[in-house]
């Protein structure tokens, strides 16, 4: 194989950048002569397929050098000879599916396979052979272009693919030709686009074509490999031809008795165009038909349908004939140089004689009658003729289907309605009867029309007064004011649409204090006829009504309205209407009767508090009296529970607050205090019962000993004392020689105290020196 420009001269190649980060390179000696090798793809020799050989300058050829082989492909698709440095293929290679494989390569010393230089990196490339045809991947296709399209309109592109290289030789370079849809198609050889290549190709002749294209490598030549692919083309409808007729002259038949709306014919436009150009429209001309008939269009088949628009009467007209234009409804401005895109074709119709049935002149009736109308009595009558020429007579009857209980009678010549039986509205409000007319001359032709009966209601109840019944007339009111407007109820129905008037009675109509004023919506008003009234004279007036209703028979009732005469501001406003008001005093005012009242108020209020302020005066004076000095304790009337006496209440607010100022002792917890010596214990432990009684005298006396809620109870014995306290309290129960001595400590407050219990104890001593004196 032929050598590639190699990266190394004379042993020394160019790599990486230089240490310091200049710009540059710095050559590195270096060993190998080596190329950039290639392969030939679907290699078919017996023999592996030789690659090249590799060499260093390192190598005497004394056998000191062995060559190794690493990398894509090494040992399996790639060997080496060690000692040559010969490489081969050993099998066939395919550059569709590996395009180049690149190895490493080094060489090594045979005896201590040390490295002799640096590992090298080489390429293999696959050399591409034109194995490969050109492939259509999206084939086949399918495209459409407008019929009467002109030459070289585009159509569509076919795109082949070839995977040999691209890049090598002619391998991939695909060219394009049609094999088969000649002379109607063209395809570019270089870009596969598809163009028409016949003009006014019309879709009416011919719709499909199938198009063969051939895609060639090697550029086209001789040896090139190809590949084929169809297309499917339509070509699409474009309005370029108008409807037609299929004959001039169109003759209908209509029996006179066809409804209005009816379809009474079809003709038919024929377009050769499909989908949207091909949609139709139907016109009358207008002329003798115009007006009796109308066309339209049925959207399924583009038939012509003729309706009815008017009714027929054979006996009037017997024929109409009239023209009809068929066009396009939407034209194309590139073909109306074609012609008018219209046809016209002529309709005649001839109507048929039918023996029609009687017609009603009108299509429903509707009647009213009163409930409980007597049997017999004629509520209206229906008329039905024959139109035909004959003209022959009509009788009429009830379906009974529609009067099975026989509420009402028709007479069969003149066509009245009347009452059979009495009517109950409360029972049935409607009946809906249905009225047949029958020709004398031919008994099968019938019409029918359907009649309703409204049963009216009977006005049973007479109106009365609506509320309020009572109204009220200033003392100070003046002639013709309207003091009280008043309405009217009627349990009748129905409520809407019912007319009431008011008026007075005949005979109160000489009635010098009021009158009735009816306003004429229903409503009336009290009206006075003189000036002032006075309660003193008369307080109340009864002032009769009389209603009447517009029902029938008309009802009519008399209410009696109550007028009470009231003391009024002089802007109208109400004061009183009490009947007390009147036997006051003329001069005495409603201000003066509230002043007065305010007052008997005020002195009871007075003395309320006059008769409180006494007692609450006694009853202070009594418990804060300075001289009082009773002991508290003699308020209970129990021995006390010891301490939950404390539990029970706040024994804190019984203290004195001045001795709470001082910081003096609570007697309410064990008091620190210095305990004075303890006499001694008798000696003689031999008698029992002495040594008890002196410890309980000594327990007796001692004050750190429980309970402490007595002593807690009462701090002080009142506020200002001259004799400070009296209590006999902290009294000894025995009388027992102590040092009192100890109470001096106690503050100023026990000064007394500590000099009663000092000249009792000295009292005691000299008694008992004078017994034992004696």
């Known amino acids: ?207 499909q074509y199938q198009v063969l294209i051939q895609a060639k490598d090697m550029g086209g030549q001789l040896g090139g490999l ?62 003798d038909g115009g007006a009796m008939f109308g066309i339209t269009t049925n959207e399924h088949n583009q038939e012509g349908i003729i309706i009815l628009k008017r009714p027929l009467d054979y006996e009037s007209k017997k024929a109409y004939t009239f023209k009809v234009d068929a066009s396009n409804a939407h034209l194309d401005p590139r073909y109306q140089s074609f012609g008018a895109f219209k046809d016209t074709a002529t309709v005649k119709i001839n109507v048929l004689d039918v023996d029609e049935p009687p017609v009603f002149n009108k299509p ?62 409360e029972s049935i409000a409607r009946h809906n009867i249905s009225i047949v007319a029958t020709k004398l001359s031919n008994p099968v032709l019938t019409s029918r029309v359907a009649v309703t009966v409204n049963v009216l209601d009977i006005n049973e109840f007479p109106p009365e007064l ?44 000489k009635n010098k204090n009021f009158t009735i004023r009816d306003f004429g919506n229903n409503t009336a008003g009290i009206v006075t006829k003189r000036n002032g009234f006075r309660r003193r004279l008369q307080e109340i007036y009864f002032l009769p009504v009389v209603i009447d209703d517009n029902g029938y028979p008309p009802k009519s009732s008399t209410g009696t309205l109550t007028v009470r005469v009231c003391g009024c501001e002089s802007n109208g406003s109400l004061l009183t209407c009490s009947a007390e008001a009147i036997f006051l005093p003329v001069g005495l005012s409603t201000g003066a009767l509230v002043a007065i009242l305010l007052c008997i108020v005020i002195l009871l209020v007075i003395v309320v508090l006059y008769v409180g302020l006494r007692r609450q005066k006694k009853k202070e004076t009594l418990m804060s009296s ?59 432990s031999a008698d029992i019962r002495d040594f008890i009684n002196q410890r309980l005298k000594e327990h007796d006396v001692d004050n750190a000993a429980p309970p402490y809620d007595s002593l807690a109870t009462y701090a002080y014995e009142g506020d200002g004392s001259v004799a400070e306290s009296l209590s006999s309290i902290d009294t000894l129960a025995v009388d027992v020689e102590e040092d009192y001595d100890y109470l001096d400590d106690w503050g100023p407050r026990f000064k007394t105290l500590a000099g009663i219990f000092g000249e009792q104890s000295e009292t005691q001593s000299d008694s008992t020196t004078t017994e034992n004196t004696h």
């Open 626 to 684: 300075k001289e009082d000095i009773r002991d508290n304790v003699i308020h209970y009337d129990d021995e006390g529970g010891g301490e939950e006496d404390t539990h029970a209440f706040d024994m804190g607010t019984l203290r004195n607050p001045k001795v709470v100022k001082e910081n003096l002792f609570r007697r309410d917890v064990k008091p620190e205090m210095r305990r004075g010596p303890r006499p001694p214990v008798s000696q003689d």
């Open 1 to 207: 194989p032929g050598l590639s420009r190699g990266e190394c001269v004379g042993g020394a190649c160019l790599v990486g950048p230089m240490r310091n980060g200049a710009a540059g390179f710095q050559r590195v000696k270096r060993g190998w002569v080596w190329n950039q090798f290639f392969v030939l793809e679907e290699y078919m020799g017996s023999d592996p397929q030789y690659v090249g050989k590799l060499h260093t300058d390192l190598d005497g050829g004394h056998s000191a050098v062995k060559y190794t082989l690493s990398g894509d492909g090494a040992g399996s698709i790639f060997t080496i000879d060690q000692t040559t440095g010969d490489i081969h293929a050993l099998r066939s290679l395919d550059r569709e599916a590996k395009p180049y494989y690149t190895l490493r390569a080094q060489a090594v010393d045979i005896d201590t396979n040390r490295p002799l230089e640096p590992e090298s990196e080489f390429v293999i490339k696959v050399q591409d052979i034109n194995d490969n045809e050109p492939k259509f991947l999206e084939g086949p296709y399918t495209a459409t272009v407008p019929e009467m399209s002109p030459v070289g309109t585009y159509v569509t592109q076919v795109t082949a693919t070839d995977a040999d290289d691209p890049t090598y030789g002619n391998s991939a370079r695909v060219v394009y030709s049609i094999l088969h849809g000649q002379p109607y198609f063209s395809v570019d050889p270089k870009t596969g686009v598809i163009k028409t290549a016949l003009p006014n190709m019309d879709r009416e002749v011919k719709e």
């Open 226 to 287: 190809a590949g084929t692919t169809t297309i499917n083309i339509s070509l699409s409808d474009v309005n370029d031809n108008p409807p037609r007729f299929s004959k001039s002259f169109f003759h209908l038949r209509v029996p006179e008795s066809s409804s209005v709306g009816s379809a009474v014919g079809r003709i038919k436009a024929h377009d050769l165009d499909v989908g949207r150009n091909a949609e139709v429209e139907y016109t009358i001309v207008p002329g």
């Open 466 to 509: 609506a509320s309020p019944h009572e109204t009220f007339v200033c003392e100070n009111a003046k002639m013709g004011q309207v003091i009280q407007t008043f309405g009217a109820k009627d349990e009748d129905l129905p409520t809407a649409g019912q007319r009431f008037s008011f008026k007075s009675p005949k005979d109160d109509m």
């Open 364 to 425: 429903s009736y509707v009647m009213d009658v009163y409930e409980d109308t007597p049997a017999g009595t004629i509520i209206g009558a229906v008329t039905a003729q024959d139109l035909d020429a004959s003209s022959g007579p009509v009788r009429y009857s009830i379906d009974w289907k529609s009067d099975m209980d026989s509420y009402f009678d028709i007479d069969p010549v003149e066509g009245t309605i009347s009452t059979n039986e009495l009517l109950d509205r």
